[in-house]
């Protein structure tokens, strides 16, 4: 489904009980929405509806070109909460979701019910120079070729393309779709990004979820999330690298299910 907004269109997709819990998923830079395809069976079992968007410049959303900021990405959840008259979710959020996340439970608190969020940073501390090095490239070349391997890399082990090649290639050619203005407005939301200051704000309940591999956004930035929110919860995955959801989606599913159930019965 498209929804129209002031710069474009964005695609989201909304399924499950009409009457059900609804969980609002947002993706990683250079996904889509079908990030969480191994989330989906175990959350529609268990009885809840799932929203998920795709970002600008990702998936069938359209990009306006120039610098993003995260808090223009979390304006453009509440568009579509507001359309879908939607008053408030369960929000799960990873790595640039996850950004997303934090800025919407401490700014609009009234339209997030809990949050997860994975593999993320309160403000961008990692590698700067290798983001600002692909940002470069990305932008002389016109094309996100010259990145993937390497991203791809630091998103899995070995093992998922050993394990499972049908999905990594599909993961792959996701990342190589993504919108090169998508991608650059994106990156400068990330580089630029800093919510560490406003999360003494966040009374949702909050789980935080890192990947003890994960070289983009290590334990330690998901720890120091978790200091920072009242009451908040740790989890970290042993051998999960970036996107720990697709290679431990077994181990991050259990996570996931046990904490929605205990935030959606009475």
Known sequence: ?????????????????????????LHSLTSDSGMWTDQLPALLSSGFQILRLDMRGHGGSQAPIGAYRIEDLAADVI?????????????????????????????????????????????????????????ALVEASGSLDGIVDDAMQQRYSPAVREQRPSRWLALRDTF????????IGCMHAVLEHDVSNRLDKVRAPTLVVS????????????????????????????????????????????????????????
């Open 211 to 266: 990947g003890s591999q994960d070289p983009v956004t290590p334990p330690a930035a998901g720890r120091a999330i978790a200091e920072s929110v009242d009451g908040a919860v740790y989890e970290e995955i042993a051998g999960g690298r970036h996107l720990l959801n697709v290679e431990f989606a077994e181990r991050f599913n259990r996570l996931l299910l046990e904490w929605l159930s205990h935030r959606t019965t009475s």
């Open 79 to 135: 568009v579509i909460l507001d359309r879908l008259e939607i008053d408030s979710v369960h929000l799960v959020g990873l790595s640039i979701g996850g950004m997303i996340g934090q800025a919407l439970a401490a700014d609009r608190p009234d339209r997030i019910k809990s949050l997860v969020a994975c593999a993320t940073t309160s403000k961008w501390t990692g590698d700067t120079d290798m983001m600002r090095g692909r940002l």
């Open 176 to 183: 190589l779709g993504t919108s090169i203005h998508g991608y």
């Open 1 to 25: 489904m498209l929804a129209r907004t002031s710069f474009g269109l964005l695609h989201y997709d909304l399924v499950g009980p009409e009457d059900a819990p609804i969980v609002c998923m």
